[in-house]
C-alpha cells in the first residue's frame, strides 16, 4: 500500500485523531492487522519532530496506529544533523507528504534553557539550540516553546536542501504545532 494522501489530507487526519484523543475516546485498533500490512515496508503519512517528554505521546496525541508517523524526538525538539537526515529519510524517502515540528507547554528543556545556569556538558548542547529562542522572548517559557518551533523550522529549512527542494516543487508542507496537557489540544502556530 503505498501512502498517496497529500499535505491536507494528512494534516486532517492529524487534526481529527487529535480531537478523538480530546475526547478520551481512540479510534479502536486492529494492531495485529496493521502489523501484518506494514510487515513488509512502511508509508508513514506525516513525519513529526516532538520533544521526548513522556507525555507528549505523538502517536496517542493524533489517535493513529502502527505504521502511520515516522517519528523523530529528543528533548526539547533540537535540530541537528542525525535529526535532519532522519527528517530528510522521511520525506524524501518514505515520502511524507507533512513534515510536522511539534513543541508544548511547559517543556523541561525550554524551561531550563530560559533559566540559564549550570548542566552537563551534552545537556548544554541542547541548551545551546534553544538560547537564541529564549533570549529573543526575554526567558518567557511559552513565547520561547513558540519562537523555538518557528527557529527549528527555518534551521531545517537553511540546512536541507532536501527538504527545501520537496517544499518548493508542493510535495511538501511544513507545520509548526504546540501540544497542551490540560485539554490535550494541539494548536498550529505556524
Ligand atoms: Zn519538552
Given at each position: 500500500?503505498?501512502?498517496?494522501?497529500?499535505?491536507?489530507?494528512?494534516?486532517?487526519?492529524?487534526?481529527?485523531?487529535?480531537?478523538?484523543?480530546?475526547?478520551?475516546?481512540?479510534?479502536?485498533?486492529?494492531?495485529?492487522?496493521?502489523?501484518?500490512?506494514?510487515?513488509?515496508?512502511?508509508?508513514?503519512?506525516?513525519?513529526?519532530?516532538?520533544?521526548?517528554?513522556?507525555?507528549?505521546?505523538?502517536?496517542?496525541?493524533?489517535?493513529?496506529?502502527?505504521?502511520?508517523?515516522?517519528?523523530?524526538?529528543?528533548a526539547g525538539?533540537v535540530?541537528?544533523?542525525?535529526?535532519?537526515?532522519?527528517?530528510?529519510?522521511?520525506?524524501?524517502?518514505?515520502?511524507?507528504?507533512?513534515?510536522?515540528?511539534?513543541?508544548?507547554?511547559?517543556?523541561?528543556a525550554?524551561?531550563?534553557?530560559?533559566?540559564?545556569?549550570?548542566?552537563?556538558?551534552?545537556i548544554a548542547v541542547i541548551m545551546g539550540k534553544i538560547?537564541?529562542?529564549?533570549?529573543?522572548?526575554?526567558?518567557?517559557?511559552?513565547?520561547?516553546?513558540?519562537?523555538?518551533?518557528?527557529?527549528?523550522?527555518?534551521?531545517?529549512?537553511?540546512?536541507?536542501?532536501?527538504?527545501?527542494?520537496?517544499?518548493?516543487?508542493?510535495?511538501?508542507?511544513?507545520?509548526?504545532?504546540?501540544?497542551?496537557?490540560?485539554?490535550?489540544?494541539?494548536?498550529?502556530?505556524?
Amino acid at each position: 500500500m503505498v501512502n498517496f494522501m497529500n499535505a491536507e489530507e494528512a494534516l486532517n487526519k492529524l487534526l481529527e485523531g487529535n480531537k478523538r484523543f480530546m475526547s478520551g475516546k481512540l479510534a479502536e485498533k486492529d494492531v495485529g492487522s496493521a502489523r501484518e500490512a506494514t510487515k513488509n515496508g512502511q508509508h508513514p503519512f506525516a513525519t513529526i519532530l516532538a520533544c521526548s517528554d513522556s507525555r507528549v505521546c505523538p502517536e496517542f496525541i493524533f489517535d493513529v496506529n502502527l505504521g502511520e508517523i515516522f517519528l523523530v524526538m529528543n528533548a526539547g525538539n533540537v535540530v541537528e544533523d542525525v535529526v535532519l537526515g532522519t527528517v530528510e529519510y522521511g520525506v524524501e524517502h518514505l515520502h511524507t507528504p507533512l513534515l510536522i515540528v511539534m513543541g508544548h507547554e511547559k517543556c523541561g528543556a525550554v524551561t531550563a534553557a530560559c533559566q540559564g545556569g549550570e548542566c552537563p556538558p551534552k545537556i548544554a548542547v541542547i541548551m545551546g539550540k534553544i538560547k537564541s529562542s529564549s533570549e529573543k522572548c526575554s526567558c518567557d517559557v511559552e513565547k520561547t516553546v513558540n519562537e523555538h518551533v518557528k527557529c527549528m523550522i527555518e534551521n531545517i529549512r537553511s540546512n536541507s536542501e532536501t527538504v527545501n527542494k520537496l517544499e518548493k516543487e508542493g510535495k511538501l508542507k511544513i507545520i509548526g504545532m504546540k501540544y497542551y496537557f490540560e485539554d490535550g489540544r494541539v494548536e498550529i502556530t505556524e
